[in-house]
């Protein structure tokens, strides 16, 4: 490279950002080049939207510096950014419903007393940027809330269009969009480099990763794992570095601290039960989550784990909330089977909760905890259905099974009596667990319950889960860490754009295996569409 | 293979033990943190006191049985209109209708118990129109998804128009004479010298907290009041909870409007008024949160005393009414602050 592109295009050095105890970037680093489409893969929580919401300013970085263009960039805010014309789509679709497309694509450009453009300009940039993008019929002054998924998240590609950008960069901004809008957009970027422009783009889609860009990096765990040119890039080869089994020798882990805390092996913490399942005890049938993803049929029998996985939004969450009665799918239903050979239809998240379908929310604070309540309130809050006399309340045997519960699984708390706020994540989890846990649920639902839970903790959690199981639970575990999933489970769902796309046992899966299938790879099929 | 690229690395430096802390003087803190916490939690039990012997100093003559008996009087009055109030806020809720609910209470007791009314009756009616009352006002705020700060508003304007409307300017009323004497100062309870008025409030207060701390739908009400999402993913019963607290919040209020036809014995719809306001500060000044699920009705009895304690202390030392709300609003923004920080200080232990 020529030292003039040394002082052009964007230089990210050493970057790193934690969140509380979780490190999401550590040491990052990356370089994209004036005219050139530069791709950012990685797992779940490998940091890529965190060095994306620093590079567009809604992130200030705990150390490392960003030049652009020369200048070391001190960003403030998203304005800022969009100053040293960075224009950035955001994974989720920002938009204001109720505004018209042109508004909403001339978002934030108006001044206080005058409008940033006149009406006339608006509609021709407006028109001109849909266009591009292939959606020249799209009447400007639709209303947001009348648009497709998709028309909408091309919306906020244009609003970053019509800004005079020299880096674009797009966080999973195709997820919503068909394969002809994508080429479209892509079409769009490759006339954009070739005017020297630079693009940085992230996507759970490896043939977009391999097709598109010129250059890709990959991270993992906060950090740069490899930079390499996509003609040098092979599918496997990415999927390695991402999931960290390409390189020899690997010896993180062991200090990368956080949630990237247990490596030492997927089998640890040990004996791993042998796959006794009892009867199956939840059938689904031919469920659809989406209105255009495959349907899903399966039986969860008692005693077993059954891990679900994906890449953000592919479907698992809504999986989840249908299982659990939060959320009615688009098709099927779901059947709880009793033991005598009966099946009850599944109904609403009370009517599951009355068949034995216990739900732990992914969300501790927001979903979970009663915050200013105490530690034992949180947890007998669920026994007094059972636990009273005429309303009134047998606090002593709520007492009893609480204080039974707080031994079993060494739940560490200064007094019972105090707030739960002050425990930390994975004593909060337990208390939440033990809450059904009591009820003696037969099938226990957690979204992610190992999530900003330290190392011992989890460790005793993986044996609280498979006690339970060994008692005869079922436990459908989704975690968006595919290790928690290789330690835990007995077979792991893939789901992939609102289907399930692959049923892998896990003793023969390794988690390559379950990369590979969370980005749509379809090698592993096998036993997934029966 | 990436020559100017400026990466190849896997890992940053192995950055440990950064997390590690004195502990030595984490435990100082400890030991202030806990005394700051446990202050500011006392706080409204440490005020109840200092202001009866503020009383006793600046106003001569204070120590005797009639002033106590008045003082207390005035706070039942309070104390009891603040009931429901205190569940309704710690459900995460608040009741505005408790003003015209006294109101329309007052009406109706004055007016039919002068058209002769069986007084059973009369009570029987006033009841079951405050169960119905506060029913709306739950059912409305969860089914329309509103918060019930409107719902309740809304319902105080429908229930001030009745009020209105059945008084239509009468001037003429009656009450019974021991309705009168339960709320005055020389007042009898059977042999006991105190008016019935306090003595009903002492167990209406125990029965409150009792409500709050051992039974299932006072558990409910602290959850529903700290997490209403958490509440429903928990099974527990948002909606009868609310019905339940508010139903209890208008009945109060109910009760505080025959009272106060027994205090002055002609119908007056407007007679509830001050209590907008005054609900609210009793409760907070007592320490339970306008954010729901944080306090109790002990707290609120200690609110009471003190905004009765307060008021008693300024007309005694001779400011006028504009001055007392003054005082109030001042008391209620340094308390409140005060257990704001409570909670914080207490969030790092």
């Known amino acids: 490279m020529s030292s003039v592109d040394e002082a052009n295009g964007l230089v990210v050095v050493g970057l790193s950002r934690s969140f509380g105890e979780t490190r999401a970037l550590n040491s990052a680093s990356l370089r994209v080049r004036p005219g050139e489409i530069h791709s950012l893969v990685g797992e779940n929580g490998s940091g890529k939207s965190t060095l994306i919401k620093i590079l567009s300013g809604v992130l200030r970085p705990d150390s490392g510096t960003l030049t652009w263009e020369g200048n070391i960039l001190q960003f403030g805010s998203p304005r800022s950014a969009q100053g040293m014309s960075i224009a950035t789509v955001f994974q989720e679709t920002l938009i204001v419903p109720e505004m018209t497309v042109r508004e909403n694509i001339y978002l934030g450009t108006d001044r206080l007393f005058r409008y940033g453009h006149r009406k006339g300009e608006e509609r021709a940039g407006a028109r001109q940027a849909l266009t591009d993008l292939g959606l020249e019929g799209l009447d400007l002054d639709r209303p947001m809330w009348t648009l497709s998924l998709a028309e909408r998240q091309l919306t906020t590609v244009a609003r970053a269009m019509i800004r005079p950008w020299r880096l674009l960069i797009l966080d999973e901004a195709t997820s919503a969009l068909d394969a002809q809008q994508r080429d479209r957009l892509f079409d769009y970027l490759r006339l954009a480099r070739s005017q020297g422009k630079s693009v940085l783009f992230t996507s759970h889609r490896m043939d977009e990763v391999l097709g598109v860009a010129d250059w890709i990096t990959v991270l993992r765990q906060g950090a740069t794992v490899v930079t390499m040119p996509a003609s040098e890039a092979s599918r496997s080869g990415i999927l390695g570095h991402m999931s960290g089994r390409a390189e020899v020798g690997d010896m993180d882990g062991a200090v990368a601290g956080g949630a990237a805390g247990d490596e030492t092996g997927p089998r640890v913490g040990g004996e791993r039960r042998h796959p006794a399942p009892g009867p199956p005890i939840l059938r689904v049938e031919e469920l659809t989550l989406r209105a255009a993803s495959k349907p899903i049929s399966l039986e969860v029998r008692s005693g077993e784990i059954l891990g679900l996985a994906g890449l953000e939004g592919q479907g698992q969450v809504e999986f989840v909330e249908c299982l659990c009665g939060l959320r009615r799918p688009t098709a099927g239903q779901m059947l709880a089977l009793g033991d005598g050979g009966g099946s009850r239809t599944v109904r609403g998240y009370r009517g599951a909760n009355r068949l034995g379908i216990r739900y732990v929310p992914r969300d501790r604070r927001h979903e979970g905890l009663f915050g200013p309540i105490s530690v034992f309130d949180n947890f007998a809050v669920t026994l007094w259905s059972d636990l009273n006399r005429l309303g009134l309340l047998r606090r002593r045997q709520a007492w009893t099974i609480f204080e039974d519960f707080a031994e079993s699984s060494r739940l560490v708390s200064a007094s019972p009596r105090r707030p739960i706020s002050i425990l930390s994540g994975g004593n909060q989890q337990k208390v939440l667990l033990g809450r059904w846990i009591a009820m003696r649920p037969r099938v226990l639902v957690v979204n992610d319950p190992l999530r900003g839970v330290d190392h011992n903790t989890k460790e005793e959690l993986y044996k609280l889960f498979r006690r339970l199981a060994a008692d005869g639970v079922a436990i459908i575990f989704l975690s968006t860490e595919i290790v928690e999933l290789l330690t835990l489970t007995d077979q792991i769902a893939v789901f992939h754009e609102g289907s399930l796309v692959a049923m892998l046992p896990t003793e023969m899966s390794s988690d390559t295996d379950v990369v590979a299938a969370m980005f749509g790879d379809d090698r592993h099929h096998a036993g997934a569409d029966g | ?349």
Request: glycine share 10%; proline share 5%.
């Open chain 2, 1 to 349: 293979m990436t020559d100017s690229s400026p990466v190849a690395t896997t890992d940053g430096p192995p950055e440990q033990a950064r997390a590690a802390r004195q502990p030595d003087g984490r435990a100082a803190n400890n030991v202030t943190a806990f005394v700051a916490a446990n202050f500011t939690r006392a706080l409204p039990y440490i005020l109840v006191p200092v202001l009866y012997i503020l009383s006793l100093i600046f106003i001569p003559g204070y120590f005797s049985k009639l002033s106590i008996i008045s003082l207390l009087v005035l706070a039942s009055l309070l104390g009891m209109a603040s009931l429901g109030q205190t569940m309704t806020i710690i459900a995460g809720g608040i009741d505005l209708s408790i003003p015209s609910v006294i109101g329309l209470s007052d009406i109706i007791v004055t007016q039919l118990y002068y058209k002769h009314w069986s007084l059973p009756l009369i009570f029987l009616a006033i009841a079951g129109l405050a169960i119905v009352i506060g029913t709306i006002s739950a059912v409305s705020s969860v089914v329309l998804h509103v918060h019930s700060l409107i719902t309740s508003f809304g319902m105080s304007l429908v229930v001030s128009g009745v009020a209105l409307e059945m008084s239509n300017g009468a001037v003429n009323g009656a009450v019974p004479g021991w309705l009168t004497s339960s709320v005055s100062a020389i007042g009898h309870t059977g042999p006991i010298p105190i008016p019935a008025i306090i003595i009903v409030w002492a167990v209406a207060s125990v029965l409150a907290v009792a409500f709050l701390n051992l039974t299932r739908v006072g558990r409910e009400t602290y959850a529903l009041g700290a997490n209403s999402v958490a509440a429903r993913l928990a099974i527990v019963r948002s909606t009868w909870t609310l019905v339940v607290v508010f139903s209890i919040s208008a009945l109060c209020a109910a009760m505080v409007g025959v009272f106060f036809a027994g205090y002055s014995g002609i119908p007056d719809p407007t007679v509830g008024e001050p209590y907008f306001f005054l609900t609210i500060t009793a409760v907070l000044i007592g320490g339970t949160s306008l954010l729901g699920g944080r306090g109790g009705y002990q707290r609120t009895v200690m609110g009471a005393l003190i905004v009765a304690e307060l008021t008693t202390l300024l007309v005694g030392v001779g400011f006028n009414a504009s001055f007392q709300e003054l005082a109030l609003g001042i008391l209620v923004i340094a308390l409140t602050s005060t257990y704001g920080r409570e909670l914080k200080v207490a969030a790092k232990i």
